[in-house]
């Protein structure tokens, strides 16, 4: 299942999946003729999975939650995954080849290989019947985190493959950088107040506001970095429990 806002790279992703040997369902901000594409007013990936989740034939036992602007490489290894039946969502690395998230992945990996502190939507491999149990996605700018924290929380297996990994373009600059996590952030945030995912996820997020001005060791980046992160609790904790991205406050 494909989430798109609109038209834009919908053609060149329903001709990947056909070429991996993947049924293709898309759910898309724009209308199209094309028979896998699905249309659904842009109210955020919170609703469009909402919607499309329900679409989903009852005999698929594992569906794969993937984002347009993504290439996929070696999805058979995440799926060899699955052949434990304590596995219920397996994760995907992201790989990006410019641009400061290149930088930040390598922190997160780090991280993630021990603690599953943040999901990755660009691709998602979950067990529909888990899917469909925790369904529906409150609205939330981090959907795919509450799905994983959702998913911990029934105390399901999930796994971070390295193996499988999504290929995709992120900010370009510093400044982007900063709108990125800031909205991520407070995603996270909303998350994890409708969720209560493992006590190392909590005590991580709990600590990551004080723990955030040692970024600046990082120069620029890391400046940016703990702007980012500080802006996006303070959304938070301001109120902000919408599932898109609107720039409510001023800095």
Partial sequence: MVLARDRKGVDEKIKELAHLGLPCLVICGERSDDPHVVYREPIGKFDALNFGAKLVAEDFDIV??????????????GLKHFSSKDVAL?????SVREGPQKFFYVILDFIRKKVPIAASGELMLVRRKV?????????????????????????????????CY??????????????????TVCGIYQALSYTRPPFLIKAFYTALPFASPFLLVLGKKGYFWMKGILLGLKDFMQGDRSGVWQTTYLD
């Fill in 131 to 163: 899917l469909m149990d925790l369904l529906p996605v409150k609205p939330c700018k981090a959907e795919d985190t509450y799905v994983l924290y959702r998913i911990l929380e029934a105390k399901h297996k999930v796994v971070f493959s390295e193996e």
């Fill in 64 to 77: 794969a939650l993937n984002d347009v602007d993504t290439k996929i490489h070696n999805v058979k290894a």
């Fill in 90 to 94: 397996v994760f995907a690395k992201v």
């Fill in 166 to 183: 999504a290929e995709t373009e992120r900010t370009k600059s510093i400044e982007e950088e900063q709108v990125y996590k800031r909205r």
